[in-house]
């Protein structure tokens, strides 16, 4: 397998490599779980978040650049009403950040962050609305929600007479950590021949490895196979109760974009799956009394309860500014008034991981009863 690719967000490292890069006037940051948890973690005002689709491609087209400028122009204003006096090193970064990004590849969106202390640009996988944020945090929603769409997962590559295993977090694919791959068939000749290791023997043993990998990692498996290898290991394998799927042909050498272009179907498959636990879940905990439905409700109960799963539609916005009394939220429309947090869903979204509750993020129409979001809560 190829340890190098040519796109900038899909790649494959023998050695795992910090989740920021620094470079100057900003960094750029591979999507997956420590960069968003880097993210939700700072805290500065003003946290300007630029969330724009583009066209994936070799390098941005104009009328993306056109839409990032503008973005841009309206932080500036924003800025300069709210006299934001330091100002503009924040816009310098974004513009820098900007004119790296209209020579690198496309995917989907692009998501550029920019405060006094950090500044980040990450390519998205999934399309977004267009937008401006500035919050005294990042919004983060996107990233999240990219991340849903390509969940850290296992990935096992396989042939007559090699395994390889592969993790891939976000649009990374990187070998698994350990020395138990890549297992190799055992010849005793040149040519094989009939000392070697049989075929059987061979597959049970890379089944053995295999479930040593997922114990100490268990996440969703995605085998890679030519048939009929592939259906051979998964009807005697002993670690099949993740499967997300199966996917046909040698690819031990195909590289970490195609790979994640085969994968990406496959984990859509299993996402819908997550999407009926999340529905079931909701139903389960709505016969015991722990599910709110409001977002003012469930805003209150996600810091002071013990929050589990939080279900919202993709496309749910929710501008509003805190009450006197701190905790509760009060609607609002003028979104770009400095006390109006931009998007209250998002906020919630970091309060409930960072609470150690999960996130499914659903299409419209897919909660129950006409509502946007479902937030359950542990029972005491």
């Not at 978040?49 to 839409?67: I, V, Y």
């Not at 309206?74 to 924040?90: G, S, T, V």
Request: with cysteine.
């Amino acid at each position: 397998m190829s340890l190098t690719d040519d796109t900038p967000n899909t790649t494959i490292s023998a050695d795992p490599s910090p989740a920021l890069r620094s470079f100057r006037g900003g960094v750029a940051a591979q999507l997956n779980a420590d960069t968003v948890t880097v993210l939700q973690a700072m805290r500065a005002y003003p946290s300007i978040s630029l969330l724009a689709n583009t066209t994936p491609g070799p390098r941005l087209e104009k009328n993306d650049l056109a839409k990032l400028l503008r973005l841009t122009a309206d932080a500036e204003q924003r800025l300069r009403d709210e006299a934001i006096e330091d100002r503009h090193p924040i816009l310098d970064a974004l513009s820098d950040m900007i004119s790296r990004a209209a020579g690198e590849r496309c995917d989907r969106a692009v998501a550029l962050f920019a405060s006094p202390a950090h500044q980040c640009r990450v390519t998205l996988p999934v399309p977004v609305v267009d937008r401006c944020v500035i919050d005294p945090t990042f919004a983060t929603r996107d990233l999240v929600r990219s991340l849903q769409h390509s969940p850290r997962h296992t990935v096992l590559l396989l042939s007559l007479d090699e395994a390889r295993l592969l993790h891939g977090n976000g649009t990374v694919l990187r070998p698994a950590p350990g020395n138990a791959f890549p297992v190799y068939r055992r010849t005793y000749s040149k040519h094989g021949g009939r000392d070697s290791e049989r075929y059987d023997d061979f597959l049970r043993r890379v089944d053995r490895a295999l479930g040593a990998a997922l114990r100490l990692n268990p996440m969703p498996l995605v085998l890679i196979a030519a048939e009929p290898t592939g259906s051979k290991f998964r009807r005697m394998s002993r670690n099949m109760s993740r499967l997300a799927g199966l996917i046909t042909g040698n690819h031990l050498n195909t590289s970490a974009a195609t790979l994640s272009d085969l994968i990406r179907p496959v984990l859509s498959g299993y996402l819908r799956s997550r999407t009926q636990e999340a529905l079931e879940l909701i139903e389960r905990r709505a016969n015991e009394g722990l599910v709110l439905r409001d977002i003012g409700s469930a805003w209150m109960a996600a810091r002071w309860e013990r929050p589990e799963m939080l279900a919202v539609e993709e496309d749910f916005f929710y501008p509003a500014r805190l009450a006197p009394d701190g905790d509760s939220l009060i609607p609002a429309d003028d979104v770009d008034h400095p006390d109006v947090i931009d998007d209250v869903v998002d906020e919630l979204i970091e309060i409930v991981l960072g609470r150690g509750g999960w996130i499914a993020l659903l299409p419209t129409g897919q909660l129950p009863e006409g509502t946007q979001l479902a937030l359950t809560l542990r029972r005491r």
